[in-house]
């Protein structure tokens, strides 16, 4: 495995199942400290159980995991906004007290500045999940897991936000483990993809994307990028049996 960084978070041999189905078997990862790696791989897989075995909020049936103690940030496959508090006050739930300008610059950019007023229940789905995004990057965590977070935007909010990540990532240095369906967004976004195979799921291919950074969007329409989209997506059409 191509980490050189201090590991911060690290599982092996773990096995999982629920009600006698196994879902996770003998899945081994490690996250570098400053590391951005993404997970794909076919729905019902186990991504989302892998991801709350790493945050801890699921105890593995075996195997061992280690994580920092403190400071891990979750972005949830469904939004977990707080239903009582305006969009504003849900952003600023994690924030450390000194933390307007981060709070501020996050709803700017996710588009939510002229909607701080409103409840959870007067946003879209889309707005829901920019507003997870911008609770969990505003109280910056030293490891920020995420699942899907921008499966549920267009894609101009999602190209922006990419970048936006980018460069929150550039200047904090946290590492990140999240799972997408978008192949090129793993591919935009990460230093490692990790595929997985059908229930019960195991990490069975490792892709290391060998772009500089800072990446730009011109990075998305070059050969090299489509090549590493395509050589994923194949492998993912083979686990799912195809030709
Ligand atoms: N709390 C639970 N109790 C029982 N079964 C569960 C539970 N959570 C997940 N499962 C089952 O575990 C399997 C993996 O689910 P998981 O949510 O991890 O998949 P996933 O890869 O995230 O899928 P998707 O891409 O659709 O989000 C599924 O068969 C699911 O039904
Ligand atoms: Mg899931």
């Known amino acids: 495995m191509a980490v050189t960084a201090p590991t911060i978070a ?3 041999g773990v096995h999982h199942h629920f009600d006698g189905a196994v879902v996770l078997s003998d899945v081994a990862l490690q996250l570098g400290a400053g590391e951005v790696v993404a997970i794909v791989g076919p729905s019902g897989c186990g991504k989302t159980t892998l991801l709350r075995i790493v945050a801890g909020l699921i105890s593995p049936a075996r195997g061992d995991v280690t994580r920092p103690e403190r400071e891990i940030g979750f972005v949830f496959q469904e939004p977990a906004l707080l239903p009582w508090r305006r969009v504003e006050a849900n952003a600023r739930l994690l924030a450390a007290s000194d933390d307007d300008g981060i709070v501020e610059q ?5 588009g939510l500045t002229e909607h701080r007023r409103k409840w959870p229940y007067q946003l879209s789905g889309g707005m829901k999940m920019r507003l997870s995004l911008v609770r969990a990057l505003a109280a910056r965590p030293r490891m920020l897991l995420m699942d899907e977070p921008f499966g549920a935007l267009d894609s101009i909010t999602r190209n ?5 990540f980018a460069t929150l990532h ?3 240095g946290f590492s990140a483990l999240f799972v997408t369906h978008a192949i090129d967004e793993a591919v935009y976004l990460a230093d490692r993809v990790l595929v997985m195979s059908e229930a019960p799921g195991r990490i069975v291919r490792e892709f290391t994307v060998p772009f500089a950074r ?3 969007s011109a990075l998305r329409y070059s050969p090299e990028f489509a090549s590493l989209c395509g050589a994923i997506a194949e492998s993912l059409h083979e686990l799912a049996g195809g030709a």
């Open 10 to 12: 690290r599982l092996s």
């Open 106 to 110: 996050l709803l700017s950019v996710s």
């Open 160 to 164: 922006r936000l990419h970048d936006e």
């Open 170 to 172: 550039k200047s904090r």
């Open 214 to 216: 800072p990446r730009t």
